[in-house]
């Protein structure tokens, strides 16, 4: 209904241009052909002149208030967009591509992990995903993923890789070396 008014008013406005140079050819003898005028209006539109008085015209409250989207209004229309058959084939055709779904994903990163940390926190949901871990179908589904060469040759990796750290080298020299003198002054204890 808004955007109604607001074509009207626009409508309105060219067409009174239009009226006045009608009138003015009307008035030199000749009548003016819609191609005239509409070059004419054109080029009134794109004199400093024209150009303020669009700006006047829009700076209206009541010509404000029709270019003021109506949030039902947009939120309906993105709702029958999404849900719409079209709709429904653009987003397939969109989450194909990798490119836009690598972007999709680092744009919502954030939040997906806002979400997870929330979930973490959450009595009910760790109730659940205990039970979920609990649940004999699900040991049993992860067990056998365990037993995949696949998984077997990845966690043999990430021993070696552990193994081969330098701080992880250090921290078992210094488990060693404490077990040694423990075992040392447990001899001496022993043997006195």
Known sequence: MKRNSL???LTLSFMSVLIAGCAAEGQAGGQANYDETKKMVIDILKTD??????QEVLKDKEIKQALVMDEQAVTKTIQTTLTSDQGKEFWKKAFEDPKFVESYAKSMQKEHEKVLKGLMADPDYQKMLTDVLQDPEMQKTMQEAMKNQEFRKHLQDVINETLSSPLYKAKIEETLLKAAEEAGKQGQD???
């Open 7 to 9: 074509l009207m008013v």
């Open 49 to 54: 002149d024209g150009k303020k008085a669009l």
């Open 190 to 192: 022993g043997g006195s």
